[in-house]
Nanobody, 121 residues
Framework: QVQLVESGGGLVQDGGALRLSCAAS????????RAWFRQAPGKEREFVGA????????IYGDSVKGRFTISRDDAKNTVYLQLNSLRFEDTAVYYC??????????????WGQGAQVTVSS
């Protein structure tokens, strides 16, 4: 059974930073594309970024480019999302996802349960 478990969310002040983790079990993360999405209250789920299984290609959504960074630790079967220069509008539930291919759409096979990030203004 595949499980993706996010952690590291919390409350942070405007301009602050957080790092989210997504640990996988039941699959080898390095053979899957890994993505992050977010969903703010009353809004549709939004693409944040994604990385190929080999880690050689990473793409980001326009609203986070230059502020957020995806990294991985294959030994821990974990992918990370570093969130810097946080803004109030980054407040959302952040989800990690996995699939065979990198895509900006939500067509990912596996999803985590989400981690709340709240940025206070």
């Amino acid at each position: 059974q595949v499980q993706l478990v996010e952690s590291g969310g919390g409350l942070v002040q405007d301009g602050g930073a957080l790092r989210l983790s997504c640990a996988a079990s039941g699959l080898t993360f390095s053979t899957y594309a890994r993505a992050w999405f977010r969903q703010a209250p009353g809004k549709e789920r939004e693409f944040v970024g994604a990385m190929t299984g080999g880690g050689d290609y990473t793409i980001y959504g326009d609203s986070v480019k230059g502020r957020f960074t995806i990294s991985r630790d294959d030994a821990k079967n974990t992918v990370y999302l570093q969130l810097n220069s946080l803004r109030f509008e980054d407040t959302a539930v952040y989800y990690c996802a996995a699939d065979r291919y990198v895509r900006r759409s939500m067509r990912y096979e596996y999803w985590g349960q989400g981690a709340q990030v709240t940025v206070s203004s």
